[in-house]
């Protein structure tokens, strides 16, 4: 039975846009027919979503009653008050979904529940303007035309119509996962573009990715306490810069979450600014221990403790892709309760962070040189083929340098051998370096010379390997930063002994501002 929410489980509830554009649309009624009960859904839209929508189930269906009362603000049969968000076993809770669609929108339902008679009803920016009785099969269709038409400004924001189009199979794609027990069917201009029928996990990957794609990963599955896992993700062999697959779900609720996703890439161990992973993940955990009711379009969701989140997600990809677990678990700074997704890069330079307690400043350079040198101080190098190996001609005194300490090179992970007189041709690099100069090769040489200690070199090494100032990065490469950051001993300072990073408290800030 729907009812309308009171005021104060409303107030409570994470409001803001539901409908940012035609995928979320799609979202909304494929979640409200599966919440349905649906076994089979069937999608169809036109001019990337804008001309129309329509979503048709063959779910338990709606009275007139309930039709009328599913257009209204707060309405809904899923839940009565908050506390029951805690045992949720749909995906819709919050009763706004076809009330916001309904404003912005022409929108038609045709429902039919079991023993009542088929109905047809039509609304347009939110107000019914035409009822009546229409036979059909048990189920819903809801359509929406003219998506926007009365909010020009948001028409502005959406991206080319086949750009909307493709949200939308992205959408789909997502949900299909999640849902491999329902049959899907997507038609874009009428034409059949997905159809997939009732199958395992794996064969509705299978379906939807192709051989091509999940040949380069591996199933993953993991139990722990409360937690279970399971997917695919890419084998370390098959990390990618462009074209990467990025699905989680949590609860069969398909999200983004920041954390997953760099528990998932840092459990690669690999040089994350340059390729990662992709990864279709299902998390099934306790519900008491997430929260779905944090972001308006219940995109993301929140996990009471992230820490743990974190911590087996990483342990299990790790042991997954056989990285071993030498290193420890590397755990976020939680001293600092840093906001996942809150970065900002300064000039190139600096990375700006929010944390609860104040912000952040850290430099770059300084912080990928600490995580570096305590990597090779811990695990010894091993080495990096360069694609084209580099011959460098040495001065005499380079060369001297270079016979005597040739072993030493070996331990960091060079192999360079001799190439004719006062030549050399080096092969590989030590594996923290992506490739090296001539110059910086020559520089190396005097710095072993002159300093013997391991730690000391390995200084230079890390110096050298470490990300540059002006060096443009991405949030991801920004947060993996962050994260390799606090898991190291000593954060705090670079090994060359300067701060990696500066913290402005709230209260300091206020003070600053004389408050
Ligand atoms: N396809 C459908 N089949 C049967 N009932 C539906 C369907 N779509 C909507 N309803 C009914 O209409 C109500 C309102 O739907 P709406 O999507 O607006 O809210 P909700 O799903 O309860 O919450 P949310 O806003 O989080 O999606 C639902 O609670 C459900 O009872
Ligand atoms: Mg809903």
Redesign the pocket.
Known sequence: M?VILDDDTVQKIAAGE?VERPASVVK??V???I??G?KKISISFRGGGQDIIS?T?D????TEE?AR??LLPH?????RSLEDIKTLA???????????IAKVSIMEIH?KKREAEGIYLRTGGGNIEEVMPRPRER??T?TVRNLFFNVPARRKFLKSNYAEGERIKTMITGIAIAYPEIAFSLFHNQNLILQLEKTSPEGRINELLGDEVTKEMTYIEYKKNSIRLSGFISLPEYLKDKGKLEYISVNKRPVRSGLIRSAIKNAYGIPTRERSPSFILNLEIDKNIVDVNVHPR?EEVRFADENFIYGTIFGAVREKVGIGTEGGIRERGYEWEMEPTAFWQLHNSYVLAQTKTGVLIIDQHAAHERILYEKIMKKKPSSQKLLFPLIVLLSTKEYEIFITFKDVLTTFGFEVEEFGERTVRIISVSSFLKDITENEFKEMLYQIRDVKPFSDITVTLACMGAVKQKEKLSPEEMNALIDDLFATENPYFCPHGRPTMIKWSIEELARRFGR
Do not use: C, H
């Open positions: 729907i539901v909304e009624l979640e409200n027919a919440d349905a649906a979503v189930d779910g338990e269906g709606m309930d009362l599913s309405s809904t049969s899923k839940i749909t995906l819709g809770f919050r009763g706004e979904a076809l009330t916001s429902t189920g819903t809801v219940k």
